[in-house]
Nanobody
Framework: QVQLVESGGGLVQAGGSLRLSCADS????????MAWFRQVPGKEREFVAA????????YYADSVQGRFTISRDNAKNTVYLQMNSLKPEDTAVYYC???????????????WGQGSQVAVSS
């Protein structure tokens, strides 16, 4: 039962930009927070950014602050992650998640997308 569908990943050179999208099928209705996490092989899933769906309040991991922007379009049930000034260390699989707490803890989110690969070359 697909709930969150991501798109927009790809390969980009360092300094470039990408935008990820996460479409909510509606089955996560009621979730108040959307977030992006990322993961590289052998490491735990890492928090990137989160946004309150109603008020638009957002916060970011220190590693992406000032470079990434999370936003939402409630009419489209879609959340975006605009990634600028990308670095090779941003290379990872990016996941969107839906939940009810404004938290950086992956375990607090009950719905996840399938993941979208982002690769940044030096």
């Amino acid at each position: 039962q697909v709930q969150l569908v991501e798109s927009g990943g790809g390969l980009v050179q360092a300094g470039g930009s990408l935008r990820l999208s996460c479409a909510d099928s509606g089955r996560t209705a009621g979730s108040t927070v959307m977030a992006w996490f990322r993961q590289v092989p052998g490491k735990e899933r890492e928090f990137v950014a989160a946004i309150n769906r109603r008020f638009g309040e957002a916060y970011y991991a220190d590693s992406v602050q000032g470079r990434f922007t999370i936003s939402r379009d409630n009419a489209k049930n879609t959340v975006y992650l605009q990634m600028n000034s990308l670095k090779p260390e941003d290379t990872a699989v990016y996941y969107c998640a839906a939940g009810f707490r404004f938290t950086e803890v992956a375990g607090d989110f009950g719905s996840w997308g399938q993941g979208s690969q982002v690769a940044v070359s030096s």
